[in-house]
Nanobody, 115 residues
């Protein structure tokens, strides 16, 4: 089992940047595929970006070219660098660790993009 704690959310103006972090504990971090998801009010939770244990990445079309996911296995942490933020990026961002059929979620961090 793994415990996940997200941080780095906040209020930012359109065009600004934020970097989210997700710190993992309780298991061997490097074996997990890690993902960032988001959920806006009244919307379903959606995949934003994912990185496999080997470092392969996948992005939602809506964030390609603006967001970058990365991981530091030595620090048991996955990051989401978010640039050129738009109001539609406003949501609660969640981190998820996946291994086989097991999945673990963090508690989420709020991102508000507004002028």
């Amino acid at each position: 089992q793994v415990q996940l704690v997200e941080s780095g959310g906040g209020l930012v103006q359109p065009g600004g940047s934020l970097r989210l972090s997700c710190a993992a504990s309780g298991s061997i971090f490097s074996i997990y595929a890690m993902g960032w998801y988001r959920q806006a009010p009244g919307e379903q939770r959606e995949l934003v970006a994912r990185i496999t244990s080997s470092g392969s990445t996948h992005y939602a079309d809506s964030v390609k070219g603006r967001f970058t996911i990365s991981r530091d296995n030595a620090k048991n942490t996955v990051y989401l660098q978010m640039n050129s933020l738009k109001p539609k990026d406003t949501a609660v961002y969640y981190c998820k660790a996946t291994y086989g059929t097991s999945g673990y979620w963090g508690q989420g961090t709020q991102v508000n993009v507004t002028s």
